[in-house]
Nanobody, 121 residues
Framework: QVQLVESGGGLVQPGGSLRLSCVTS????????MGWYRQAPGKQRELVAL???????NVVDSVKDRFAISRDNFKNTVYLTMNDLKPEDTAVYYCNADEKGYGLGTAEGSWGQGTPVTVSS
């Protein structure tokens, strides 16, 4: 399985920005898709953004005017850039890799350990 290591979370004030990083142990262009999920306390894990093997990004409508997903092939790293953060963005953010082609969010994929983001004044 692909090993994923996330970083970049932390405490930020409302309106602030963070950039999360997810480093993969495998050539990122060999992975079918990479995604960022988040799980807020008491809620289900939800998809936030994904990027295909070809590098095509997609961000869910609820945050697409504030979040962006990108990738650095040389560093085998996927980023989630979050701007104008709101308290409701508070969650643990997880990186997910679909290395077998079964789709994101499945048990067959690989998950990182999560990085917590807290938006609070």
């Amino acid at each position: 399985q692909v090993q994923l290591v996330e970083s970049g979370g932390g405490l930020v004030q409302p309106g602030g920005s963070l950039r999360l990083s997810c480093v993969t142990s495998r050539n990122i262009t060999s992975i079918y898709a990479m995604g960022w999920y988040r799980q807020a306390p008491g809620k289900q894990r939800e998809l936030v953004a994904l990027i295909s093997r070809a590098g095509t990004p997609n961000v869910v409508d609820s945050v697409k005017d504030r979040f962006a997903i990108s990738r650095d092939n040389f560093k085998n790293t996927v980023y989630l850039t979050m701007n104008d953060l709101k308290p409701e963005d508070t969650a643990v953010y997880y990186c997910n890799a679909d290395e077998k082609g079964y789709g994101l969010g499945t048990a067959e994929g690989s998950w990182g350990q999560g990085t917590p983001v807290t938006v609070s004044s």
